[in-house]
């Protein structure tokens, strides 16, 4: 797994902004970052004619810099180096895919404003596209590590997440644990005794878990926590047991058991990053 060294975070000119820039500011110390670029798209098609008459004279793209580097002044706390990047580009995902590319990012980080509107076509696009982690941030995110979560199906591809939480366990200590949503087999239940079969079910569960646990490289305690999806879906299960028990990130890997195209996300990611969620998601990436 690739240390975590340069880092992008999308600004909007939201009130999300500032709490992306603490959140950016508490992760670059956490991961030993070397820099942080903040970066903005002016999305002059948006600007109508009269403004545009009235802007004439008026440098948008200075007066942005200069708000926006007042801003990360004031909420950027670590000593970590930072840049504001601005740009006018008519195409956001293009400028963000090629800030990604040039800089070699290692993490974007982005806002989750969580609204009725859902999570935005940007975000998911990038998710999909650019080839470095992904940090969804909400508004009221803590900074603070001292729960992390990794949602497994047992899949190799995520088990890469454990090696991405051994990055960050060798610079902030906290407590991991391998979290894993059963469901018992519905198009049986008809026929079978739930009683019966729950105490099977859970004891093929946990030997797929240690099984899964012995081939996971990790310089520290790992907990276990099975979780019964019933008929809830596991995005849903997640959350609610994420939120129960107080966790500071729930980290996933972008592609499950059943993916088959590099373009197409897991289903329960895809879920999880689509759903209202008030702590930060890890999308870990190879």
Partial sequence: MKPIKKILVGLDLSDIDQQLIKYSSFFADIVDAEKVYFVHNIKRYEISDMLEKELKDVDIEELITEELKERVDQNFNSNVEWEVLISDDPYTESLISYIVNKYSINLLIMGNKNNDEGSGILPFKLLRTTRCQFLWVPEDANLKMKKVWVGTDFSNSSRKCFAYANLLKSKQDFELEAVHVYSLPIHFSPYLNNSKINPKMEEYVDKRFDNFMRKIEFSG???????????????????????????????????????????????????????ELKIPLLIVKD
């Fill in 221 to 275: 305690e790992i907990k276990k926590y099975k979780i019964l999806g019933r008929e809830a879906n596991v995005a849903s299960r997640l959350k609610k047991e994420a939120y129960k028990n107080d966790v500071n990130l729930l980290m996933v890997a972008d592609k499950g058991s059943n993916t088959i195209s590099n373009l197409t996300l897991g289903s329960i990611t895809e879920d999880l990053f689509n759903r």
